[in-house]
């Protein structure tokens, strides 16, 4: 059974860093794209973050671009991490990794992707 999971949440200080990681299970085949997503209390699912499975393309929105970092562990894109430097009260949220095979997904929609992984909170005290 193909999953997400993702790990390295936790409750830190404003202006701290953070980073997150999401392995895909070995029934993955190499997904096209890998994203990351984030849910506040009371808020849609929004865009975060995804890279491409050669690395070479990423996306960031633009609330977090500058400040936080997406990269692949290697060229399956099976395991990915978000870095976030400088974080803010307002990046409070659940953290969800998502993974798409498709090569002509839009990757900062979130129903370009197939499968999710349970997500994992990120509390930034300010």
């Known amino acids: 059974q193909v999953q997400l999971v993702e790990s390295g949440g936790g409750l830190v200080q404003a202006g701290t860093s953070l980073r997150l990681s999401c392995a895909a299970s070995?029934?993955?085949?190499?997904?096209?794209?890998m994203g990351w997503f984030r849910q506040a209390p009371g808020k849609e699912r929004e865009f975060v973050s995804a890279i491409s499975r050669d690395g070479r393309t990423v996306y960031y929105s633009r609330s977090v671009k500058g400040r936080f970092a997406i990269s692949s562990a290697d060229t399956k894109n099976t395991v990915v991490y978000l870095q976030m430097s400088t974080l803010k009260s307002e990046d409070t949220a659940v953290y969800y990794c998502?993974?798409?095979?498709?090569?002509?997904?839009?990757?900062?929609?979130?129903?370009?992707?197939?499968?999710w992984g349970q997500g994992t909170q990120v509390t930034v005290s300010s």
């Open positions: 998502g993974a798409t095979l498709s090569e002509r997904a839009d990757a900062r929609r979130e129903t370009s992707y197939d499968y």
């Open positions: 070995e029934e993955m085949y190499s997904p096209y794209t």
